[in-house]
């Protein structure tokens, strides 16, 4: 088997199982979100602990401790991706997640705006008129929910953050999920040591049932990721944010399919317009590799030319 073949497999294996997700937390009911965040703090940093221990891959930490910059921006990310975990997690165990989906399509058009907002780069017009479509379906969905869809653009908000300070922390991607929770860590430890001295920790009243799933999070969080890494070494860019909206698509069919979420008439308009957003950006980010590849290409031919 190829090794893009392989990547491919291990793409899709990750958008999958992040796909599934609203599956899995109903089945945590009726632990609050609160909980179930902190749970999967201290579980996915058990488990992440397990992997680098098992690949024997130790030698980042120390210089991590003596890079002051990365040691700044390492709570930022924890942060972000706590507020991220726990809004999806109420997102979906609240009964909205055709609105967590929609957090997660409006995402590349958030990064898009950062790119413009904070790293001061120029938008080509179909990222512009992306924006644009994006903007309009989010003034539709307001009107359609009667308030801003505020689950939607929290997750949307709060991953783009956390996609920009992890393009600037530039670590590895187990290496810097465990740098976070270990962050988080003790924190969310004190507050499942709390509830369980006040007698109203799910984990101890609910049963071994509910305490294995509780305890499963770790490994639901970081068997995708690992896929995912495997993916990313092994695919292009351009494969890799194809990918990337394979887990909505699938959050978006379980929330109208599986959990008959209402989808009135004015949701479907905003819903498209967004999907038309990121059609737009699709066939761009496209054409622009293309070019660069035609602009490489022309480039090894006239150096080639010139060598002769």
């Known amino acids: 088997m190829s090794e ?26 009726p632990t609050p979100p609160v909980e179930i965040l902190a749970h999967r703090i201290v579980w996915s ?19 991590l401790l003596r890079d002051r910059r990365r040691m700044v921006l390492l709570p930022a990310a924890a942060v972000t991706i706590a507020i991220n975990w726990g809004v999806y997690i109420y997102g979906v165990n609240s009964g909205q997640v055709v609105q967590t989906s929609l957090g997660y399509f409006i995402n590349p058009l958030v990064s898009v705006l950062f790119g413009v907002l904070l790293l001061k780069e120029r938008l080509r017009r179909p990222q512009w008129a992306a924006v644009g ?20 653009l929290t997750l949307a908000v709060s991953f783009g953050t956390y996609g920009l300070v992890k393009k600037t922390l530039n670590m590895g991607a187990v290496e810097s999920l465990s740098a976070e929770t270990a962050i988080l860590a003790p924190v969310a430890a004190l507050y499942l040591v709390f509830l369980a001295s006040t007698g109203s920790s799910a984990f101890v009243t609910e049963g071994p049932r509910m305490a294995a799933l509780l305890a499963s999070l770790g490994v639901i ?12 070494t092994r695919l292009p860019l351009t494969w890799i944010g194809l990918l990337q909206y394979t887990a909505p698509v699938l959050q978006f069919l379980i929330g109208v399919y599986v959990y008959n979420e209402p989808m009135p008439a004015s949701r479907w308009i905003g819903f498209a317009l967004v999907w038309s957003a990121l059609v737009v950006l699709a066939i761009d980010s496209l054409v622009a590799v293309r070019r660069g590849r035609a602009r490489v290409d ?3 031919d006239e150096a080639a030319q010139e060598a002769r």
């Open 298 to 300: 022309l480039e090894i």
């Open 4 to 29: 893009r073949r392989r990547g491919l497999i291990y793409g899709l294996s990750a958008y999958l199982l992040w796909g599934l997700f609203p599956l899995y937390f109903p089945l945590l009911d």
């Open 45 to 63: 940093l058990v488990v992440l602990l397990l992997v680098i221990a098992i690949t024997r891959r130790w030698s980042w930490i120390r210089p």
């Open 221 to 232: 969080t970081v068997v995708p990721l690992l896929f995912f890494g495997a993916s990313a």
């Open 133 to 152: 479509l994006g903007s309009i379906a989010v003034v539709v969905l307001t009107v359609d929910y009667g308030g801003l869809p505020w689950i939607a």
